[in-house]
């Protein structure tokens, strides 16, 4: 099964830690983990950086949505507590705990001022993502077309500029130390295929 999206963590997050002690956050997580039916592949996979696993990174932002609406509290870094106001919304045995919930909490609407743009449309895939996921997809987004851009770029110019890039990113990269003249491009008919020298 794929990592379940962060809205939809909230309410086994909730009720995992409904009996009123401090819980590890790293030890809640691996109490979800079967209700999904994740597997050790899923567990592995990381956000879009690299930096986190995913599955890791979506359960602090449903920690963090979950405290702004003072459904939780952190006593201690890497631990959360259910508050009473929390215990009160799990008797009500609600079937979702998502952001359109949280939002008749006033604490949770004064943290997050949402868009106009964003509260249109709450079903639309992207909203499901974390911020942290839909900045790094747009960084990977923009990267990939830069170097689309890039590319074409590079191969529209001669075939001397080629050259002589690439004895440049060799000399930026640290190659040939740090003398001015340490790179050049040979370039020419007879080069026996060397193109340039570190």
Known sequence: MAVPFFQDIMLPLLEAIADGQEHQLRLVRQELAPRFALTENDLQEKTPSGAQFLFANRTAWASLHLKH?????????????????????????????????????????????????????????????????????????????????????????????????????????????SLDDAGRTLGGVKDGGIDGII
């Open 69 to 177: 609406a003072g459904l939780l509290v952190s006593p201690m870094r890497g631990y959360v507590q259910i508050t009473s106001e929390g215990k009160r919304v799990i008797r009500e045995k609600p079937e979702k705990i998502d952001i359109s919930f949280l939002k008749r909490f006033p604490t949770y609407a004064q943290k997050n001022r949402q868009s106009t743009q964003s509260e249109s449309k709450p079903e639309e895939p992207e909203t499901q993502k974390t911020p942290q996921e839909l900045l790094e997809s747009s960084f990977g987004t923009l990267r990939r077309t830069l170097s689309e851009e890039l590319l074409e770029k590079v191969k529209a110019c001669s075939p001397r500029f080629f050259e002589q890039l690439v004895v440049d990113l060799l000399m930026a990269m640290g190659y040939g130390g």
